[in-house]
């Protein structure tokens, strides 16, 4: 996965990063690791390897954008604060925009590329 520095406060990344990725999964509700790796998989068609996915929670953590909540298990679940929930509007509407900018000017050629969906795996090498 490509490197990415972000260039303001609440900057998430592109669409499929995985800070993006886990905050839209938490905006459901709590989940411990597992099941945002599974919830991620099932919505986005991305499988975020262990490195990523707790990398990326290290640093959601520290951002302040999730906090660990309290479990009777090992499992530790996570869940979107009110300030993850700002920077996942904010780049939910920079998405938004993005894309109606993108459909215009495929519109404006006359070209609608075809996409097809596949997996991705993020942190993982093959």
Known sequence: MSKRTPNAAN???????PAVLILTSLASGTKHGYALTKDIEEFSGVALGPGTLYGAIARLE??????PTPSPDRRQPYRITSNGRAALAAAV??????ADEGAKRLRARGSTPRLRARPTIIGVTR
């Open 93 to 98: 509407a920079e998405m938004h925009l993005l």
């Open 62 to 67: 520290e951002r302040g954008f999730i906090a």
């Open 11 to 17: 900057d998430l990344g592109r669409h499929n990063e």
